[in-house]
């Protein structure tokens, strides 16, 4: 099928321009069904190595992340908490996710695997049709026990979980509840109702089944006081605040995840309440030009945009001819004033997690790692877009990457970091050896040596989103994300190279390559896969998608030493 064809790519990459184309503590909730499993055991998380010893509490440190919602680096000069963690901790300016989707994305999270690791590959599964995407293939593929939250809790901490979990983990009232996630010692899964805001439904563990609570939303004759305290940015901020201090007060470490669904789009065509934008905030932060954070609303505008209305014609896929493959990106881009509007509506989205962070850092102790991160960008005109995200750009894949805590030197690091090391990093944190199936790099080192550089690239795998359908954000998005071919790519630094599959049949490939350099250009300005002035650091990245190639690795299968070099 489609989205395996990666591993065959690799006989297309000698030189491109010669070779011809080649073919994711529990309180009771409001006693609504229960939804349980025995627990499953694997040959992968319990079973990895020997658990090292427990250690004291001042020996673990704690750990919190707050995982954000497509947060793109645009806002990130609107919070202020990110302002404070970059000046007191560790700033990651080349970090990146392995695919630009919400579940594909945390899927690696999760595990530190990529997509062909984890078999999740889209955001859904078409409603039980496909095994590629969704919290069914994270399930079927037996990544809730690969999970690092599973090792931490065998490990001795006691591991919450609030807010946002993965795609169609879901419940609606009269249907059975899903299963419980082994790994969670309290479990508050906010369902995809929240999207929108308001009048939605949570999960909590009790007696070691899960429960269901209902937050119902106020009428709208009521108060914006009112509605904001039911707000799903409140509700999530209120309950990761009475984990938190429950873990503080602990001799146990803790591990804490608060997964916020700021600033993500509403997913139904009309908002909860008339009048509700696209990116619906709070009601405190819809009006006032300080509505946005530390940037002036007035000051936001396209030119905060890199690429914003690009003309896409000259960022055509080229064949491994040279010639011109199928232009993929042709759809049109949003308008100057819609692309405004939104930037500025998801601003001031973002304000209610940039205040719960700064609750986080004022309650957490000098013994206690903090780390802000989102599962992917978003693109809101840029190069031609529309909004959204799903490609290889630079508006989708990087994300802001900031961790404070006990031994931090402050600054920012050089090196190139993707989710899939994250896992790792929270393994050793706790005193453990990272599992052998992770693909990522443990970030510790580099949160004491500044200037340690040990990884230069990263790597992307998307899927077309079409072998699934059914995405959260359609009604907004359109064929947006339907249109972006499947593509595997590396990032450096300074450098993109994407090789897209340009011919949409499952049984099919053509591959068209994109290169661009961010040397002089903060954006994919025009393909360069065919310049001759960048034929060595084009066949260098082709070389490296090469040896990615290779990596085949599944499950929880160990990966070889080889493919932990490929990003050196």
């Known amino acids: 099928m489609q989205h ?76 202020r908490s990110a302002q404070r963690m970059r000046k007191a901790g560790a700033s990651y300016p080349f970090s990146f ?25 889209t955001n859904t599964s078409n409603q039980g049709t496909s095994q590629l995407g969704g919290w069914p293939a994270y399930d079927t593929h037996g990544n809730p026990e690969r999970a690092f939250n599973v090792r931490l809790q065998e490990a001795g901490y006691t591991t919450g979980f609030v807010g946002k979990f993965l795609n169609e983990y879901e419940w609606v009232p009269g249907r059975a509840l899903p299963p419980v996630v082994p790994g969670w010692t309290s479990f508050n899964a906010v369902f995809g109702s929240a999207y929108d805001g308001w009048d939605f439904a949570s999960t909590s563990l009790a007696d ?37 201090r429950q873990g503080e007060a602990s001799d146990a470490p803790y591990f804490l995840e608060v997964a916020l669904y700021a600033p993500h789009n509403r997913t139904q065509p009309q908002g909860y309440y008339p009048g509700d934008p696209l990116f619906p905030p709070m009601f405190r932060d819809r009006a006032g030009d300080r ?16 690429g914003f209305g690009d003309d896409p014609r000259d960022n055509r896929p080229r064949l491994a001819d040279g010639t011109k493959g199928r232009a993929w990106n042709t759809a049109g881009s949003l308008r100057p004033a819609v692309a405004t509007r939104d930037l500025r509506d998801r601003a001031r989205m973002a304000q209610s997690a940039d205040r719960l962070v700064n609750r986080i850092l004022g309650a957490v102790g000098p013994d206690t790692y903090v780390v802000l991160t989102s599962d992917n960008g978003f693109h809101l005109g840029q190069n031609a877009l529309g909004r959204g995200k799903g ?49 990522g790099l443990s970030l510790v080192p580099t949160l004491a040596q500044p200037k340690l550089v040990r990884q230069g690239y990263a790597f992307l795998e998307h899927t077309q989103q079409t072998l699934t359908g059914g995405d959260p954000d359609a009604a907004f998005s359109g064929p947006e994300l339907d249109r972006i071919p499947s593509y595997t790519a590396v990032r450096s630094r300074t450098a993109l190279l994407a090789r897209f599959d340009l011919d949409p049949r499952p049984d099919r490939a053509q591959w068209g390559y994109e290169f661009y ?52």
């Open 4 to 79: 395996f064809k990666r591993a065959w790519a690799g006989v297309c990459l000698v030189a491109l321009m010669t070779v011809a184309a080649c073919g994711g503590p529990g309180e009771a909730g409001s006693g609504a069904p229960d939804g349980a499993r025995p627990p499953r055991t694997t040959s992968g998380a319990s079973a990895v190595g020997d658990l090292q010893p427990a250690a004291t509490r001042d020996q673990r440190p704690n750990i919190v992340v707050v995982m954000l919602d497509d947060f793109s680096m645009d806002l990130v000069q609107t919070m």
């Open 97 to 121: 996710v392995t695919d630009s989707l919400c579940c594909v994305s945390r899927s690696s999270f999760f595990t530190g695997q990529y997509p062909h690791q984890t078999g999740v590959r």
């Open 208 to 244: 070691g089944r899960l429960r269901v609570t209902q937050h119902p939303a106020p009428p709208a004759s009521a108060s914006d006081a009112a509605k904001d305290r039911a707000y799903a940015g409140t509700m999530i901020g209120d309950r990761a605040m009475q984990v938190l």
């Open 291 to 306: 509505s946005c954070g530390r940037v002036a609303c007035r000051k936001l505008t396209v030119d905060d945009l890199p």
């Open 391 to 439: 490609t290889p750009y630079d508006t989708d894949v990087r994300v802001p990457l900031l961790v404070t805590g006990p031994g931090v030197v402050p600054g920012a690091r050089r090196e190139v970091t993707s989710n899939i090391d994250l896992a790792p990093t929270f393994e050793e944190l706790a005193g453990l050896g990272p599992a052998p199936f992770r693909s």
């Open 517 to 568: 350099s961010y040397r002089r250009n903060g954006f994919e300005l025009r393909n360069n896969v065919t310049n001759p002035k960048r034929r060595a650091e084009v066949d260098l990245l082709m070389a490296k998608l090469a040896a990615f190639d290779t990596c085949q690795e599944s499950g929880d299968q160990p990966v070889s030493a080889a493919c932990r070099s490929v990003r050196q």
